[in-house]
């Protein structure tokens, strides 16, 4: 017998059946990692911005500033306003 007829022969590739791009859920899941995270900056912002009216207040009160003039007089208002459901 000839060694050839029972020399090791490479074994056929397997195939691949994974696809190119990303399935569906990687894409939902994606959009919806992007919602959140653009409701969660926007949330961020508003509390910087309630944060930045009522340390206004607190500075205009303190530096005993003129409550007649209209800027100052909104600027107090808008922060007595959202601080009122603190105290």
Known sequence: ??????AARPLPRRRSYRRAGPGAGAVVAGAATGTVSLVARLLWLAAALVALVIVAGIALVALKANMGNSI????????RSLASPFG
Do not use: E, F
Not at 1 to 6: I, L
Not at 72 to 79: C, L, T
């Open 1 to 6: 017998m000839s060694t050839a007829r029972w």
């Open 72 to 79: 100052v007089s909104s600027i107090h208002d808008a922060a």
